[in-house]
């Protein structure tokens, strides 16, 4: 998460490339999932990191260890570059963000990313209280 500070009498982010989506911070099961779908702009072969791609799966799950949050993976060969773009679902008819590309193998056969949870959704909202004006 971050802020972006407009320049000195420049228009915010929002005013410039227009509102975001709303965050999904339920952080719901792969299981319960029917499809997400993760875009990017993948800069390594056979990509050149200036289009905008997506892949979309049904979600399984991902644990690297019993230590770690458990994230939610799906078959797609982007390669790097297309870290940090965002994941999207449908629910009650809306499109949401639920979580971003975080890891991927070098054989670009999968993505995996967090599911966003309290603990993201609580770090949204310090951030909009202390930038945002919320």
């Known amino acids: 998460m971050l ?3 407009p320049e000195s009498g420049g228009k915010s982010l929002e005013e410039t490339v ?3 989506l709303d965050v999904d ?4 099961s792969a ?3 029917s499809q997400m779908g993760a875009w990017g702009y993948p800069a390594a072969p056979p990509y050149n990191g200036l289009s905008m791609f997506k892949c979309l799966d049904r979600p399984g799950r991902l644990s690297l260890s019993p230590a770690l949050p458990t994230m939610y993976r799906i078959g797609c060969t982007m390669t790097g570059g297309s870290s940090g773009g965002g994941w999207f679902r449908v ?5 949401v963000l639920v ?4 890891i991927g193998p070098t054989d670009n056969t999968w993505l995996a990313g967090p599911q966003l949870g309290r603990g993201a959704q609580t770090l949204y ?3 909009g209280r202390e930038y945002g004006g919320r």
């Open 91 to 95: 629910a009650n008819g809306k499109t």
């Open 31 to 33: 299981q319960s999932v």
């Open 125 to 127: 909202d310090e951030m």
């Open 3 to 5: 802020h972006v500070k």
């Open 25 to 28: 911070f339920s952080a719901p």
């Open 99 to 102: 979580s971003n590309t975080s």
């Open 18 to 20: 227009g509102a975001a």
